[in-house]
């Protein structure tokens, strides 16, 4: 066996180089002078914090329409030519829209791929964006990319990152002390496991109705354990997601007397929410009003 190691390992070497030298070439080239950057982003995640950190210095499109379902969207073949002609592509993971790894992979040599999720810490939870920590150190990878393509102007990313790094800053410091006094800390959420990270970051304990997709069965049974689960802690308040029908919210509601509150997932908006522009900023202070509200908190 010792006389064909060398062979072995030969071949082993060259199989590495040839995948290394057939691997399609990514080249980070800047964009003319004078140019912006083509920015695409899967959703509305990646699509608020790049407007906000570039302001009008690119031309940003989102490939998921306002008010569609992020983890089931089906891209159509202008997508892919969108993303292989753009300077920079964003997405947020591969857990939350499988569908954007096969258009990452189909990018254009000159296409610099993010996903946002590489820069956040590890968590079960794949709504990486319901930590500001996390959306701290995803908005200076963002940021850096911008410079990396238009670096005439990366004294403007960089102002515009540190405004919103003491943004998410303040934000927290509003939710550590908005949900420090509450008479109850239990969220219960008629909607998808979105905001485990949120609570978890804020003591407070969470029932969600469904997993982390919308995708998740809404069953007889699991519906029947919420509304006792509802009633026999004496739950006064329910939450549910913006964009998801008020039907089955209202349903529970009616069983138990719950009142019902919005969170906002910020990985899909309504239409009029995306014609306003509302930020990340903006969304995340209107749960924490939801939060305080729906609690009980002391302001």
Known sequence: MKRYLPAVVFLLLAALVWRLWSAPRRHHMPVEQGAKPRVVVSGYVPYTLVKQLAADRADVSMLLPANAEPHSFEPTPGALIKVREADLFVYVSDRIEPWA???ASG?????????????????DDPHVWMDFNNVKQIAKAVSAALAEKDPAHKDAYAAHLKAFDEE???????YKKGLADCQSREVVHVGHLAFKNLTKNYDLSLSALAGSSHDGEHSVRKLAELVK???NNHVRVIFTE???SPRLSAAVAGETGAQVLPLYTVEHVSKQDFD??????????????S?????GCQA
């Open 107 to 123: 990018a254009g040599e000159n296409t610099q791929v993010l996903q946002a999720a590489q820069y956040a810490a590890a968590s």
């Open 101 to 103: 790894k096969d258009i």
């Open 168 to 174: 998410m800053t303040a934000l927290d410091e509003a």
């Open 276 to 289: 306003q522009g509302v930020t990340y900023g903006e969304l995340m202070r209107r749960n924490l009003e």
């Open 291 to 295: 939060l305080q509200r729906g609690l």
């Open 229 to 231: 689960f509802i009633k």
């Open 242 to 244: 913006e964009t998801l």
